[in-house]
């Protein structure tokens, strides 16, 4: 497939070899930034980790301290004396086993996202074939099971993200939208950094974080002096 003038232009504004700071790569790809629509900004971690090992995947939960733009249908599978609860923390879809029922007859899912009472998990087993390809199976892992359902509810429609590592030992992640100050995603991309640090396998060896790059919605790529942050 052949590069584009556009994208050949856009290019040219960052130089291959060098490594930038986190402020200005995020600049750069603000700059490099030229969708009709309000693209995103993206980080990608290549990690030491090795994917064949179970105790070294990674997977996590955090808050960005601004928005990145997308706001999440959340669906609250919670018995009946909780669902006023769900519904007034703000949950989009509410219901217990009648909700089971519908979504493995119709195999439909209108929601981003699922919350879920520990007592509700066995019954959810039902659909985990239809909810756990999607990555919206809710999980003790990425605290989306628990007896507190107006904490699980407010801090998804907060902005809640979860990530994990690929196949290949990366991680993808958006920070924000382009229209957002360079702090802002600064701000965005220091607190993605110390949730992924958090998250060191304990028995990964070596370099943890081998390579980051920056880049916006068909944007090239920028990338990051790892050593600096």
Same mark, same amino acid.
């Given at each position: 497939?052949?590069?584009?003038?556009?994208?050949?232009?856009?290019?040219? /504004?960052?130089? $291959?070899?060098?490594?930038?700071?986190?402020?200005?790569?995020?600049?750069?790809?603000?700059?490099?930034?030229?969708?009709?629509?309000?693209?995103?900004?993206?980080?990608?971690?290549?990690?030491?980790?090795?994917?064949?090992?179970?105790?070294?995947?990674?997977?996590?939960?955090?808050?960005?301290?601004?928005?990145?733009?997308?706001?999440?249908? $959340?669906?609250?599978?919670?018995?009946? +004396?909780?669902?006023?609860?769900?519904?007034?923390?703000?949950?989009?879809?509410?219901? &217990?086993?009648? +909700?089971?029922?519908?979504?493995?007859?119709?195999?439909?899912?209108?929601?981003?996202?699922?919350?879920?009472?520990?007592?509700?998990?066995? /019954?959810?087993?039902?659909?985990?074939?239809? +909810?756990?390809?999607?990555?919206?199976?809710?999980?003790? /892992?990425?605290?989306?099971?628990?007896?507190?359902?107006?904490?699980?509810?407010?801090?998804?429609?907060?902005?809640?993200? !979860?990530?994990?590592?690929?196949?290949?030992?990366?991680?993808?992640?958006? =920070?924000?939208?382009?229209? +957002?100050?360079?702090?802002?995603?600064?701000?965005?991309?220091?607190?993605?950094?110390?949730?992924?640090?958090?998250?060191?396998?304990?028995?990964?060896?070596?370099?943890?974080?081998?390579?980051?790059? =920056?880049?916006? !919605?068909? &944007?090239?790529?920028?990338?990051?002096?790892?050593?600096?942050?």
């Amino acid at each position: 497939m052949p590069i584009s003038k556009r994208f050949k232009d856009l290019k040219s /504004k960052v130089e $291959v070899k060098k490594l930038y700071s986190a402020a200005d790569a995020i600049a750069l790809a603000k700059e490099t930034s030229t969708t009709k629509f309000d693209g995103s900004i993206e980080v990608h971690a290549n990690l030491g980790i090795d994917v064949k090992k179970s105790d070294q995947q990674i997977r996590a939960t955090f808050i960005f301290p601004n928005s990145i733009g997308k706001s999440k249908r $959340v669906a609250a599978f919670v018995p009946e +004396l909780k669902q006023k609860e769900a519904k007034d923390a703000g949950a989009d879809l509410v219901g &217990g086993e009648e +909700l089971i029922e519908e979504i493995a007859r119709t195999n439909k899912i209108a929601f981003d996202v699922a919350i879920a009472t520990p007592d509700m998990m066995p /019954k959810l087993a039902k659909i985990a074939k239809i +909810l756990g390809p999607k990555g919206i199976m809710p999980n003790p /892992k990425t605290e989306t099971v628990g007896p507190n359902v107006t904490k699980m509810v407010e801090e998804l429609k907060r902005g809640k993200v !979860t990530f994990k590592n690929d196949a290949t030992g990366n991680v993808h992640q958006v =920070i924000g939208k382009s229209s +957002l100050s360079t702090e802002q995603i600064l701000q965005n991309f220091t607190t993605f950094m110390e949730a992924l640090r958090k998250n060191k396998p304990s028995s990964s060896k070596g370099t943890y974080i081998k390579t980051l790059t =920056i880049a916006s !919605t068909m &944007g090239p790529g920028i990338r990051v002096d790892v050593s600096s942050l």
